[in-house]
């Protein structure tokens, strides 16, 4: 199955700024949407970001006009651009992969802290 690890993530003051990156091993599965998940402790996960092959993108109310989620030109990518970034942002950030004809990939997870 494809492999999904996430970087980028640290501690950061409000107003600043983090790139999230999100490397897919090489498979001979297709990806055909990438999506951006977080989760703050004893909170649902929730999604913040989705694109799919297609050219769809989507985004939480939440991080409208502040995140950016794009890929590479061979989908092996994903980022996410995370601009004036408020406390309400920190959480655990999971990258997911949907696949054609597999179930779906996620990554471990990279923690993203803002502080006020």
């Known amino acids: 199955q494809v492999q999904l690890v996430e970087s980028g993530g640290g501690v950061v003051q409000a107003g600043g700024s983090l790139r999230l990156s999100c490397a897919a091993s090489?498979?001979?599965?297709?990806?055909?949407?990438f999506n951006w998940y977080r989760q703050a402790p004893g909170m649902e996960r929730e999604l913040v970001a989705g694109?799919?092959?297609?050219?769809?993108?989507n985004y939480a109310d939440s991080v409208k006009g502040r995140f950016t989620i794009s890929t590479d030109n061979t989908w092996n990518t994903v980022d996410l651009q995370m601009n004036s970034l408020i406390p309400e942002d920190t959480g655990v950030y999971y990258c997911?992969?949907?696949?054609?004809?597999?179930?779906?990939?996620w990554g471990q997870g990279t923690q993203v802290t803002v502080s006020s």
């Open positions: 694109i799919t092959r297609g050219g769809s993108i």
């Open positions: 997911n992969a949907r696949l054609l004809h597999r179930s779906d990939s």
């Open positions: 090489r498979s001979i599965f297709t990806i055909y949407v």
